[in-house]
């Protein structure tokens, strides 16, 4: 149940939704119908190659629709790690390998957002930045229908696979996007200029 929709096109047009009056206070309230995926993706910190993946909090929406899907889940995994690994992190342990179809070893999933764990754990990958970069040639591509074609092209429908498209980005711009160590500055200035800008070169729009 719902009240933020009620009077809305979207309760009105949408086949899932009726408006009903409440059962405590007779007001009028929405009701959506559950949803029920057949299969659901999940981005996990880290997996083992059962199935069973590491979330950290918050996990917001994503736990949920693994519940609901008919059939399963997709593993999107930062990480692929033994389960011995996982039995040491088992309190982060969110979805158990019954609940999995596929486990992919996806490093940085989340690019061109960033993914900020707030972990301090043994992985190669964490957390990154997001990719202002990126962002920014995106929005620029997106200003001229022929320009956007050409960027959906480059950094979309012709990229074969995630290794082809961590190819693309490059290890420099990679490894730029990952946390510096403890040892140097952490002040955001500082790490967001060691983004590089060469994967986007003539893109800008000056």
Known sequence: PTRSMVGSDLARESSGCRTIASPFSNEQTLIIEALHPDVTFLHALAADVFGNALVPPPAEDDLWSTRASRKGCIVLAENIVSTDFLRQ???????????????????????????????????????????????????????????????????ALGIENQDAYLDALGKERLQALLPPPP????????????????????????
Do not use: M, N
């Open 183 to 206: 040892t140097q500055s952490t002040d955001w200035r500082s790490t967001y200029d060691r983004v590089p800008a060469a994967a986007d070169e003539g893109w800008s729009t000056s």
């Open 89 to 155: 992190h088992s309190h982060l342990v969110r979805l158990p390998a019954y609940r999995t179809l596929a486990v992919c070893h996806t490093p940085f999933a989340a690019h061109p957002d960033g993914y900020d764990t707030g972990l301090d754990i043994d992985l190669p990958i964490k957390s990154y930045l997001r990719d202002t970069v990126h962002y920014q040639a995106y929005y620029e591509a997106s200003l001229a229908p022929e320009r956007f074609v050409s960027w959906l092209e480059q950094w």
